[in-house]
């Protein structure tokens, strides 16, 4: 059973995390920044803390599996960030973002079920793609790309 410090302990975890990566998204000057990025990851780490309390609450009375909960977060996230996602004539916006969605709803699914080292790693993981590889990209195109290098 998840403690209750530990259930705030993993929100705010969730909360660092995504802001962290948001905060990228927000300076970049994309629509789903800061907040969103924090609501996607916070909403799916209580899906997750939800899933193991359901989990030990019905122990031995019935089967309940927290991987097919998480998977509905895994496929419901894809329509938020289809929605950052938009043609401008020969280019495509939003991928980036979307990804950025993608990727703090799985960091949210780590926190929630207590898998630190995968949630810390992935974060910084995304942060150096957000961050430094945007700086290479940069360098190697010369100017920031319309496509979806540029979200």
Known sequence: MVSDREVILRLLLA?????LIGLEREVSGRAAGFRTHILVCVGSTLVMLTA???????????SIDPGRIAAQVVSGIGFLGAGTIIQI???V???????GLWSAAG???????????G???????????LYLLS???QKMVGTKRKDSGGN
């Open 135 to 137: 700086q290479v990209e």
């Open 107 to 117: 960091i949210g699914l780590a926190v929630g079920s207590g898998f630190y080292v």
């Open 15 to 19: 909360v660092l995390f995504s802001g």
């Open 89 to 91: 004539r020969d280019s």
């Open 52 to 62: 193991l309390h359901l989990m030990d609450q019905y122990k031995g009375v019935a």
């Open 119 to 129: 949630a810390v790693a992935a974060t910084l993981i995304v942060l150096i793609v």
């Open 93 to 99: 916006r939003g991928l980036t973002t979307a990804a």
